[in-house]
C-alpha cells in the first residue's frame, strides 16, 4: 500500500485578479450556458443576443462583485 508523504510546504503567493476581466469571463461563460442548455431553445421569446449586448455594455459600470451579481440575477430574469 502506497503512503503519501505528509510533510507541509510553507509557500507565499501573490496574485493580481482584474475584476473587469474576471466579470466579462464570469459573464461569457454564464451567457453561453443560458444559450446552450436554456430548457426552451426559444428562450421564452427573448432575443437572447440582444440581452447580452444590452447587459454586457453595463459590465464596465459594475466592477464590484456585489453590483455584477445583480446585474447576472436581472440578465437571467430576462428569461421568465
Known sequence: VY???R???NFTAL?????L?????VF?????MM???FYDERHNGV???ATRAKYEALLPFVPYKDDFYDLM???MQELR
Open 35 to 37: 444559450d446552450r442548455y
Open 73 to 75: 440575477s436581472e440578465m
Open 21 to 25: 476581466e474576471e466579470n466579462q469571463q
Open 15 to 19: 496574485i493580481t485578479v482584474n475584476s
Open 28 to 32: 461569457s461563460e454564464a451567457w453561453w
Open 47 to 49: 432575443d437572447w443576443k
Open 7 to 9: 510533510r507541509t510546504t
Open 3 to 5: 503512503q503519501r508523504d
